[in-house]
């Protein structure tokens, strides 16, 4: 499971939700968004032989998902707590750059790197 980025269990959705008439995002924001966070990856590895962020290694990583003081904190603590692999942390780091592009951020603030380690959710499951 650990090679796998981004695992969560989808529960069925309730007929409330479905029959509300609250909109969400639209499709057209989210196509912009993904092609602003598709963009600024281009421009980022523009002179490396990569084109996404799954595609990092670990030097690319090192350079382009660096992260605070309390983030670093917040990754021990999940690490420790559900026994994480190298291979997870690599990933998480990943997906939350994902994340702080999509939100058109340049560094990776806390809370993306929180969102990233609750997709890993089927890591927990196997733990407890």
């Known amino acids: 499971m650990d090679r796998i980025d981004i695992h969560i269990e989808v529960p069925a959705v309730k007929y ?12 057209r924001e989210m196509k912009r968004r993904i092609d602003e966070a598709r ?4 421009n980022r ?3 490396l032989k990569i084109y996404y ?8 990583i090192k350079k382009f998902c660096q992260i605070d003081e309390a983030s670093q904190k917040l990754l021990e603590l999940a690490i420790d707590k559900f026994g994480l692999s190298a291979r997870a942390y690599t990933r ?10 999509l939100e058109a951020h340049e560094n990776i603030q806390p809370a993306h790197l ?3 380690i609750q997709y890993r959710s089927l890591d927990r499951n196997l733990i407890a």
């Not at 963009?39 to 281009?42: A, D, E, F």
């Open 53 to 60: 962020n799954a595609q990092m290694t670990n030097r690319h």
């Open 16 to 27: 409330r939700d479905l029959a509300s008439c609250e909109a969400g995002k639209s499709s």
């Open 114 to 116: 929180s969102e990233a």
């Open 92 to 101: 998480i780091l990943k997906v939350a750059r994902t994340i702080a592009d």
């Open 45 to 47: 590895f523009e002179e």
């Open 39 to 42: 963009k600024n990856q281009l």
